[in-house]
């Protein structure tokens, strides 16, 4: 089985900044993409940013946009995602995933991917 492991996850200030990394089992060109998610309890997973593997191709989610930057590095089979000016609405377990074949609704939707790491925790105090 593939393996999905994030890291660099943690606790910083309101406008604070954060890598987080997603290091998989398999080669890069794997997956057709990777995705970022976040999530709270009580609510749905969201995506919040995609890169296409073979094109490096990305898609934003409106609340990231101009915070967040999402690349791979394909040598280490790692997927980063930096952002910046952190706010509390940010506070969420990010997940990182892999998805593969056609798009069936949105890019940004989890029903895209099949394969999820465990998640790293972010939480941004004011």
């Known amino acids: 089985q593939v393996q999905l492991v994030e890291s660099g996850g943690g606790s910083v200030q309101d406008g604070g900044s954060l890598r987080l990394s997603c290091t998989t089992s398999g080669s890069w060109y794997t997956y057709d993409r990777m995705g970022w998610f976040r999530q709270v309890p009580g609510k749905e997973r969201e995506g919040v940013a995609v890169?296409?593997?073979?094109?490096?191709?990305?898609v934003y989610a409106d609340f990231v946009k101009g915070r967040a930057t999402i690349s791979q590095d394909r040598a280490k089979n790692t997927t980063f995602l930096q952002m910046n000016n952190l706010k509390p609405e940010d506070t969420a377990m990010y997940y990182c995933?892999?998805?593969?074949?056609?798009?069936?609704?949105?890019?940004?939707?989890?029903?895209?991917?099949?394969?999820w790491g465990q998640g790293t925790q972010v939480t941004v105090s004011s």
């Open positions: 890169i296409y593997t073979q094109s490096r191709a990305t």
């Open positions: 995933a892999g998805g593969v074949g056609f798009i069936r609704t949105s890019i940004l939707l989890p029903l895209e991917y099949i394969d």
